[in-house]
C-alpha cells in the first residue's frame, strides 16, 4: 500500500525552531483523534512540560486501517522535542510503520549553527529555518520547509491564507484562519505530493483541523485540551 505512505510524514507537522513557548505556557496536553472516511481510527496526543528555559513536548500517535478484517496500514509513534529559551535544541522519533521501524534524531550544533539529522531517510546537515511536522505549533504557517518526523528527510512547501472561517468543533463555534498548505515540487511522484487544509484558532494558539485527501479522506480533528 505505498499510497498510504504519504499519511506517515504528516502524522505530526508544525514544530518550528521558534516554538514561541510563552504562547502555550500553561497548556498540558492537547488531544486529537485521527479520522479516515468520516471513521475514527486512532489518535495523536501531545503533553506538555516547563521547566525554567526548557519546554519539553512529547507527542504519541497510534492508529491503523482496516479492510475487510485485516490492517492494511499502521503507525504506532513516539517523539520528543525540546527547546532552550524558545529554540529547538533536540528531536528523537520512533516510528513503527506497518512493524517497519523508522528514526529521527536530531541535535542542534552551536558552531555550525544548524541541525545534524541522523534519520531512517536522511543523514546531514538542515538550516534552522526548516521546521519539524507535528500539529501542535501554529508557526507551521510561517515555514517553508519540513523535516519529516518520521524519517528525517526535507521537503518544501507552499502555505497560503484562504481566509476566515467559522467551524464547529465538538459542538462549539470557533472563528478560525483557514489555511493551505502543499508539496512546493512539481517533480515529486504523486505518492509523494501532499496538500492539507488546516483551520486554526488564532485566539487560543490551537491548530483544531487538519484535512486531506489520499486513499481515502483522512481528519485529524481536536478532542480536547487542558
Known sequence: ???FIIVSI????????W????????????????LRNNEVIGSTNYFFEFDKDLFVVKNYTNFKVEL????VFSILSETIEKYKNNKLVFFKSNTFQNDKEKYVNLNYDKSKNKYIIDGSSYKGEASLDCIIGNWWNHKIFKADKQISPISGSI???IVSLIGNENITINGKEYLTEHFNIKSNDENLSDEKKFEFDIWYNPKNNLILKVTYNKMGNWEYRLRGFE
Open 1 to 3: 500500500m505505498k499510497h
Open 10 to 17: 504528516f502524522i505530526m507537522f508544525a514544530s518550528n525552531v
Open 19 to 34: 516554538a514561541h513557548s510563552s504562547h502555550y505556557k500553561g497548556l498540558k496536553k492537547i488531544e486529537m483523534d485521527v
Open 68 to 71: 475487510f478484517g485485516v490492517t
Open 155 to 157: 521537503k518544501k512547501q
